[in-house]
Every structure is written in C-alpha cells, then in structure tokens.
C-alpha cells in the first residue's frame, strides 16, 4: 500500500466547475503539500499546510490531521488549471509523494 | 533571482552506460533533494544533502550515487544504466536541513535505449 493516495486519478471538468482532489496519507507529517505539474516535468508548489486551510486565489487546500486527509479545491476552474496535481506527505525526513491526479479543463 | 536550476534538460543514454545530472539550488538553499519520476508515477525520493554529505536516502540501489559541492550544487550519478531508469529526475532545494518548504527545477529527462 502507498503511503499517500490521491483520488481521482483522472478528472475532466468544464470550465467554471468546482473542482475537489483528495489526499489520504498513511504517515505522520510535518507538513502535507499540494504541487502542480505541468506538461514536460516543471514542478510548482501550491500549498505547504500543517493545519487547517489555505486559500490562494481560486485554491483553497484543508487538512484534516485526525483523519490523515487533505483536500485540494479548485473555484471556477479554467483550462489552464489543465495539470497533474500531487499531493506529498512530508514526514520531516523524506517525502511521500501521490501518483497525482489529472486534470483536464475543457473550454 | 534564480530558482532552481537542472542540466542538461534532456538526454538519451544506452544500456550500461553511466551518467551524471546537475542541480543548483536556489540561492540561499543549501539542502538538495533528488527524486526520480517515471512516466505516470509520483516522484520517488532518491536521496537529499547537506553540508555535502547524504542524510537520507529512499529504497534506491548504489547505482544512484551523488554528491554536494561547497557551493551547495549537487550532483546525481547513475552507474550500469538500466532501461527501467528511464525517468523524470527532479532536483529540489530546501533552505536549511529539515525545512518543510522545496523548490523544484524543471527536472532532466532520461532515456536509456
């Protein structure tokens, strides 16, 4: 069993859709992180979270410690949020990475 | 200021061969993390340095060997290539050993014919 699970692992949504990829993780934390990848391998941290939520313009990650489960939300989505998102369970000594989740955003 | 910086971008080695790929860090960053993703996959850690010595190191053989240069840039070696080594391979900079936060290059795509 993986130590970090996203679902789903494919998503299409049309434009303007609320979007919400999940994150369970079988570790314990120091800090849980949302990444996006783009096509041709650049990565880009989203959100670095211990507790709680986070919002970035239409991002909005939550956390639940109790749970060991994480959720990445996506307002008003838009073609360009087109991307592999990965979830990565940091336990203070190595990451834990998700195999992502794929989103396509159709106009 | 520079993020993360990985070379060469792409490159296509044969079985048995040896190759090296290249990392600098952010400026400030002193730790740096090598991770390997195959196509489909989540990056997997390789191993992270510090102070030029490995700290850690995830389930990967002693092919994969590396190195950290006082100017905190590091190095990935790959011994007797495998087809199986072909990969994504991420570079990512921490400002300080045990820091949460990573900044990742853009990664070197290798192929092993």
């Known amino acids: 069993k993986n130590e970090v699970e996203q679902s789903p692992q494919n998503l299409t949504a049309q434009e303007g859709e609320f979007i919400t990829i999940n994150c369970s993780y079988s570790?314990?934390?120091?800090?849980l992180h949302w990444l996006q990848q783009h096509p041709g391998g650049g990565i880009v941290s989203l959100f670095m979270?211990?507790?709680g939520k986070k919002k970035h313009g239409r991002l909005i990650a939550t956390i639940n410690i109790q749970e060991k489960h994480s959720s990445l939300h996506i307002t008003a989505s838009h073609p360009r949020d087109s991307a592999v998102y990965i979830c990565?369970?940091?336990?203070?000594?190595?990451?834990?990475f998700g195999t992502g989740t794929s989103l396509t955003v159709i106009p | 200021d520079a993020g993360v910086t990985q070379s060469p971008t792409h490159l296509i080695k044969t079985r048995g061969q040896q190759v090296t790929l290249r990392c600098s860090p952010k400026?400030?960053?002193?730790?740096v993390s090598w991770y390997q993703q195959a196509l489909g996959q989540g990056p997997q850690f390789i191993f992270q340095?510090?102070?030029?010595?490995?700290?850690q190191r995830g389930n990967f053989p002693d092919r994969f060997s590396g190195h950290q240069f006082p100017n905190y840039s590091s190095e990935l070696n790959v011994n007797a290539l495998l087809l199986g080594d072909s990969a994504l391979y991420l570079c990512?900079?921490?400002?300080?050993?045990?820091?949460?936060?990573?900044?990742f290059g853009p990664g070197t795509r290798l192929t092993v014919t």
């Open positions: 990512a900079s921490s400002p300080g050993w045990g820091s949460s936060e990573q900044y």
């Open positions: 570790v314990g934390i120091s800090a």
């Open positions: 979270l211990s507790s």
């Open positions: 990565a369970a940091d336990t203070g000594n190595q990451f834990y």
């Open positions: 400026s400030g960053h002193d730790t």
């Open positions: 340095y510090y102070e030029e010595e490995e700290r």
